[in-house]
């Protein structure tokens, strides 16, 4: 058996690996063996339904400067927007009638929106029978709770790397230490808690993209995203290149997969912008998420955390078509729950 073999059945085995065996894993010059393995922990711990989330980008202000951004602060050229209240509450009915169980609100950290406007926000969709997902970027505890009293019921917060200097670097007048903080919070308060990195970043390591599986596992996170890095035209790493995110980042999903069997893991959206097949390819490699754009209009365009992002052209009813489709197309159905962390072992007890 090769080292690499050896590596493997000891992730399968869900014995313990160490920072240089989990970034060794991620190293391996095939990955097929690996992106297999995921498929088949995926659909022996999730099974083969796909949990879609219709996702509502309701606001592009951003209070940081991230360097990988193009919502930044700093870039004059987005078109900025901020959806009111009601068309947020009028997006995700829409959204709940085209039959997402999960509604997420995303946006940059506008802070526009305060506690009581967003707990607003959530009683009222809480009231459509849809689990609602928030993705808001750091709050205090205290919103976090008002948030969690209103009725949300999970909360991304990717930390996009756990390389303390280079998440400084990257997210400038930010402190790692607050991320990990709102992290523990979150978990503390009950949220299902999802996180992720962003694979490819200037001066990241395979080191230091190991650690970052290693955190999500210590946590434990429930949901991670694993996305590549494209460089946005308007920002400090214009210039960068996206050779080999693609693949980095689907061995480090496939590996989360092994490391946290049970947990939801999207198959990113970043993931087809660099592959024409992006999504399916996740998807067969241990990812059991996808989180369709209902965000409507010119919305959809101005929402440019990275270029050439898909479907901005699209209307939402046809991308709930369109990726059901897909999902079909290679065996797997959209599963019709709320697909909260565990659902689908318990019902199989």
């Not at 903080?181 to 992720?196: A, I, M, P």
Request: charged share 25%; hydrophobic share 35%.
């Amino acid at each position: 058996m090769t080292d690499e073999n050896a590596l493997l059945a000891k992730a399968l085995a869900r014995a313990p690996l160490t920072r240089a065996e989990t970034a060794a894993l991620l190293s391996v010059k095939n990955p097929r063996p690996l992106f297999e393995a995921a498929d088949r922990v995926r659909k022996a711990f999730v099974g083969d339904g796909v949990y879609l989330r219709g996702l509502i980008e309701f606001s592009n202000y951003c209070k940081n400067d991230c360097l990988y951004c193009g919502i930044r602060r700093s870039n004059a050229s987005a078109r900025r927007y901020r959806l009111t209240p009601e068309e947020i509450v009028h997006t995700a009915k829409k959204a709940a009638g085209y039959g997402y169980k999960t509604v997420v609100l995303q946006s940059g950290e506008d802070p526009w929106f305060d506690a009581d406007t967003m707990a607003d926000i959530i009683r009222q969709i809480k009231t459509l029978d849809v689990a609602v997902t928030l993705s808001l970027g750091e709050k205090t505890r205290e919103e976090y709770a008002a948030y969690r009293r209103a009725g949300a019921d999970r909360y991304l917060l990717r930390i996009e790397t756990t390389d303390k200097a280079l998440y400084e670097k990257m997210d400038p007048g930010m402190s790692w230490d607050n991320r990990v903080r709102c992290l523990c919070d979150l978990k503390e308060l009950g949220y299902e808690v999802g996180s992720g990195s962003l694979v490819g970043l200037p001066g990241q390591t395979t080191e230091s993209l190991a650690d970052d599986l290693l955190f999500f596992k210590e946590l434990p996170v429930d949901m991670a995203g694993i996305g590549p890095f494209i460089p946005h035209p308007q920002t400090p790493l214009a210039g960068e290149t996206v050779q080999g995110h693609f693949e980095l980042a689907l061995k480090m999903m496939a590996l989360m997969r092994l490391l946290l069997p049970d947990i939801n893991i999207p198959a990113t959206t970043a993931m087809e912008t660099l592959h024409p097949r992006g999504r399916l390819l996740a998807l067969e490699s241990g990812a059991n998420v996808v989180m369709p754009n209902v965000t409507e209009g010119d919305y959809r365009k101005f929402y440019e955390l990275y270029p050439g992002k898909i479907c901005t052209g699209d209307t939402p009813d046809r991308c709930r078509g369109c990726i059901q489709a897909k999902i079909e197309s290679i065996g797997r159905t959209v599963s019709p729950v709320y697909g909260f962390h565990g659902d689908y072992l318990k019902g199989k007890k």
